[in-house]
């Protein structure tokens, strides 16, 4: 019994309370006498209490001997988890139960039960609660076979208001300007409509919709030229810019990087400049939609070799008179 039990034993005559190290000292020196020798002994605890003291005191040894390295049932591996998360949301009608039976089909052994624990423990809904579709995973899915389409404007210092037609591939992202004026008849889209067709068939583009917005520059006849080329206009929502929000964001590259900090001064120069950046774009301006790859160029490729890290030798190509700045390595 500690020091401080005793000293509320004889102040305050209240039960003293036993620590654990005083319950296991009791039961290992008194464990071996025989019940009827503890109940001579003047204890503060009855012989009964002590000999439970030694029963836990055996069961908890009895317990961490039998099972000495185990921590409860081993945890699914990693692997396996994010494949399982993987296939869930790359499938969003898929349950708990068709998920177990791809992966019996993949060889990997795991009970169902244990599918339905890891998409619970990453937050995922059951399928009929995640099989709605967004337009953005629409746009997705359909992207091989989307184009996009819009006007743009801009001012010279003279006053003069010119027109931009651009479009680019939603796959790809690779942009086309199909030129510039500062009156967009019938006619001058027509004749645009038309060289964007024939591009489209060089360059074997399975495009079938094109998604532009409702201006009053598109004639009947820019529809119809498509349609003749098996390409659908789909019109988006009136003020809606997100229905066409990739080309919204080409718009928006384009202006903050070529043309304000160019001054245009007329259309000839607008043209000039918009090929060059169209170039730019195309061939090596990284997009993080291709996993930081340009349309026409290839994929970056990592560097792994630490003597070549070192001795990186990287030079610069100016575009659109030192606007625009390209860097490779050198040959």
Known sequence: MTTQNRETREVCGARPRFAPEDRTFLAALLHRLPKQRLRRLRLLVTPDTVLRWHRDLLRRRHAVRSRPNRTGRPRTLRPIRLLVIRLAKENPTWGYRRIH???????????A??????????GIDPAPQRTDTTWAAFLRSQADALLACDFFETITPTGARLYVLTVIEQASRRSRVLGATTHPTAAWVAQATRNLVMDLEDARCRARFLIRDRDGKYP??????????GIQTVLTGVMM????????????????????????WNQRHLINALREFETHDNTHRP???????????????????????????????????GTLHEYRHAA
């Open 113 to 122: 039960s244990t599918v339905w624990e890891i998409l619970r423990a990453a």
């Open 220 to 229: 009947q006849v820019f529809d119809a030229t498509l349609a003749d080329a």
């Open 241 to 264: 810019p997100r229905m066409n929000a990739v080309m919204e964001r080409w718009a928006a590259t384009r202006r903050r990087e070529p043309l304000d900090r160019t001054l245009i």
């Open 287 to 321: 997009h993080r939609a291709l996993g930081q790859g340009s349309p026409l160029g290839s994929r970056p490729t990592p560097i792994n070799e630490p003597d070549r890290i070192v001795q990186l030798d990287v030079r610069r190509r100016d575009r659109l008179h």
């Open 101 to 111: 039976g791809e992966l019996t089909v993949l060889g990997v052994k795991v009970a």
